[in-house]
């Protein structure tokens, strides 16, 4: 009973999580088209929620695929599985969110439409590829999940 509680809080984390990254995907071909200012704006007004809501499931996920590793251990695939699911939120998050979408949140934070850089496109499209790329990540782990789960149902 355990292990499958364990599997549904992780699956549903990752799904939630997915779809936050899916969000950012969705927005990213409008987002590359707008002006400056208007892409500072949405930058400034729109992810308050993301922040909060995001960083809950991220750590929601990260926590529950690992405690499935543990509780995985003794059968090789689904700990391959529950190993893999984890190791790509935490890449997402560590290397992803925090070396490269994180950065460029704190230096935007602080531009208005007057001192926006002359290269501020190169940090928009760090922000919105490095999304890109936690979407797969999380497409990539949600799917590991999803066939944990398959494997014991």
């Not at 949140?105 to 890109?132: F, G, I």
Request: hydrophobic share 60%; aromatic share 12%.
């Amino acid at each position: 009973m355990a292990l499958s509680s364990w599997e549904l809080i992780a699956t549903f984390a990752t799904a939630l999580l997915l779809g936050t990254t899916f969000a950012h995907v969705l927005e990213m071909p409008a987002k590359l088209r707008v002006a400056p200012d208007l892409w500072l704006t949405f930058q400034h007004t729109l992810y308050g929620r993301f922040a909060s809501v995001g960083g809950a499931l991220e750590v929601s996920s990260i926590v529950s695929a690992a405690v499935l590793i543990y509780l995985e251990r003794r059968d090789p695939v689904s700990f391959t599985l529950a190993a893999l699911a984890a190791g790509l939120v935490v890449v997402a998050f560590g290397a992803i969110w925090l070396g490269l979408t994180s950065p460029v949140n704190a230096r935007t934070a602080a531009w208005t439409p007057s001192t926006m850089p002359p290269d501020w496109w190169h940090w928009r499209n760090l922000w919105e590829y490095s999304h890109a790329v936690r979407f797969v990540l999380h497409l990539l782990a949600f799917a590991a999940l999803l066939m944990l789960l398959m494997r014991h149902n």
